[in-house]
């Protein structure tokens, strides 16, 4: 650290240099700062000339960085993160609260963790839950959360996963859409499909039989949330394609229930990751932890009502 302390002009550089880089215009960023614009260009000068590197072009729009200063902008960014991390771990000892955020879907958070959240309350009485929600497909970073939801490979150099479950899918529907409709030689043809506006899933490529039970010109119900797809299907309103992880407590509970057999595995992999820029809190870890146990407690579950569904033999292969 003195060494550090003697290659800039003031530890004060760092967080002007920050505010610039991430607002991309000294002006902006002097405005953030309660400082003036001259005060900040100042400064970055000094710093340029403390490091005798370039770090910012200048442009008629703005600011850019260059090579040098992508460089010193992520290691000031993942330092100030581990800063803001620690600060908040001691925080939350100090009021005996731990603080977890989680970057998940609207659909897992309505439809699978919203009905345990009591036992989620009973098990971690001290946690303070938070979340990042994503509307579709599940992706994007987790540098700024502690744990993400996110069909990948495994582990790589950026993140450490934990497998919760292989990417496993079937058809769902309520019991009195099933009843009236799948059930029903007569009405056999008018199936509403309920589907995900960026997914990828063909549902006649995974499920053939189901292509037979519906025509080439059947309804459909097309949401960007999957949250409100399920809703949809619970309402009684048609077939949503079901991923097991968010489905199982729906099919435990019988307020949805497998529109075809069997189920099926893609590929792809559901797992818990989180960055490998900053230590995983132990409360994370724990949180971690009960999501997977639950989630292979309500596969044991569903395996025992639908044992049609082939579902431990796929997620076993």
Request: net charge neutral; aromatic share 8%.
């Amino acid at each position: 650290m003195p060494k550090l302390r003697r290659q800039l002009p003031s530890a004060n550089a760092l967080f002007v240099f920050e505010a610039a880089a991430r607002c991309g215009n000294f002006t902006k960023a002097a405005a953030e700062l309660g400082v003036t614009q001259p005060a900040v260009s100042r400064m970055l000068s000094q710093l340029e000339e403390y490091l005798e590197a370039k770090l910012f072009l200048r442009t008629p729009s703005g600011t850019v960085l260059t090579e040098n200063g992508e460089i010193l902008y992520q290691g000031v960014t993942d330092g100030f993160r581990h800063i803001e991390a620690s600060i908040q771990e001691i925080r939350a000892r100090r009021t005996g609260m731990e603080t977890v955020t989680l970057s998940v879907s609207t659909a897992f958070t309505t439809h699978w963790l919203m009905p345990k959240m009591h036992r989620l309350h009973a098990q971690f009485p001290s946690l303070d839950l938070r979340f990042q929600l994503i509307s579709g497909s599940v992706k994007g970073s987790v540098e700024d959360v502690d744990l993400g939801v996110r069909f990948v490979s495994g582990e790589d150099l950026h993140h450490q996963a934990t497998l919760v479950l292989p990417e496993t899918l079937l058809p769902v529907c309520s019991p009195t859409y099933f009843k009236d409709i799948l059930s029903s030689s007569k009405n056999s043809h008018e199936n509403t499909l309920i589907g995900l506006s960026d997914s990828q899933v063909d549902w006649f490529k995974h499920f053939p039989n189901l292509q037979n039970e519906t025509r080439s010109d059947a309804h459909s119900l097309i949401f960007s949330d999957y949250a409100v797809v399920l809703q949809a299907a619970l309402l009684g309103q048609g077939i949503a394609m079901g991923w097991l992880n968010v489905v199982c407590h729906w099919l435990n509970s019988g307020s949805l229930v497998p529109a075809a057999f069997p189920a099926v595995t893609t590929g792809r992999l559901c797992h818990l990751i989180h960055t490998r820029k900053k230590p995983l809190s132990s409360a994370a870890g724990e949180v971690r932890d009960w999501i997977v146990e639950e989630t292979r407690q309500d596969i044991d579950k569903v395996t025992k009502h639908y044992p049609e569904l082939n579902i431990e033999h796929l997620i076993r292969a």
